[in-house]
Structure formats: structure tokens, C-alpha cells
């Protein structure tokens, strides 16, 4: 049994005109603030108003960055000014001190000698490297003589 998949669902539907339902009324708001200003000024006054509130209107209206309204990018800017940031601190790598003490030296070295005669590392790697090796030639009990 074959099922019809809606397409285009992300296309809104042009229902007044080649307007979209947000596009009209966007288009009304902005009308809607112009007529107090035709009815209580001249004409020139009008016009020089009525121009950029109609272009800010157009622009609220078509504009569309990465897929998102520019209605919802001036948002999202906001909120992002808003909010309070998130500093990371990130430690940075520092040299140690050297301390250039003779005796500091000797106690050192000395530590250091103690530290490594005893470590696990050590006493694996001595028998990884001393124990069971055999500088002789042998032969192998295992193999077989030749007939």
C-alpha cells in the first residue's frame, strides 16, 4: 500500500494575494502606524515618514537569513547581548622555576636516586632487562635432532 508524503511543508501557503499571512499583516501594522501620520501632517511629511517605515516593513516582511526571519535574527541578537557570557579560563603551561642551590641540588639528585631504585617502573624494567637472559649458546632441549 503506497502513502502520499507531504512535500514542501516549509512553504507557507500565499493567502492574500502573492502575500503570506505574516507578510499582510505586517504590511497593516505598518499602514496602521502611517495613518495618524497622513491624517495630522502634510503630504511631504507623510512621504518622508511613510518611506522607511514601509521599507523596515518589506524588510521584516521578505528578508529571510539561513532560513530564519529577520524578525527572529534581531531576536536572537538580543538575546544573545543580553545573557551573560560564559568565560572559560584556560590554564596555560608555565615553565617551572629552577632553583640554582647546590645543596638543593644534592637533596635532589639524591631523592631522584631513591625514588627510581625503588619504583615499580624500575624494578619491572630490571627484570624485563636482567632477569632470565642468557648470554650463553645453549641448545634448544626442545628441538629436534637432525636424522
Not at 496602521?32 to 491624517?39: A, Q, R, S
Not at 528578508?63 to 527572529?72: E, L, Q
Not at 642468557?134 to 632441549?141: F, G, K, L
Request: with cysteine.
Amino acid at each position: 500500500m503506497r502513502f502520499q508524503v507531504p512535500q514542501f511543508t516549509d512553504i507557507e501557503d500565499k493567502i492574500i494575494g502573492p502575500f503570506t499571512l505574516k507578510q499582510f499583516i505586517m504590511y497593516i501594522v505598518a499602514c496602521m502606524l502611517l495613518v495618524p501620520v497622513y491624517i495630522y501632517s502634510d503630504l511631504s511629511l507623510f512621504i518622508t515618514i511613510a518611506l522607511p517605515v514601509l521599507g523596515i516593513a518589506a524588510v521584516f516582511a521578505h528578508v529571510k537569513i539561513y532560513g530564519k526571519s529577520f524578525g527572529a535574527v534581531i531576536l536572537a541578537g538580543f538575546s544573545y547581548i543580553s545573557k551573560g557570557q560564559l568565560y572559560v579560563w584556560r590554564r596555560q603551561k608555565v615553565e617551572p622555576f629552577k632553583i640554582v642551590d647546590d645543596e638543593w641540588d644534592a637533596v635532589r639528585t639524591t631523592a631522584k636516586a631513591e625514588r627510581e631504585s625503588s619504583s615499580l617502573d624500575a624494578i619491572a624494567q630490571s627484570l624485563d632487562t636482567k632477569g632470565n637472559v642468557s648470554t650463553e649458546d645453549i641448545e634448544d632441549p626442545l628441538a629436534e635432532e637432525p636424522k
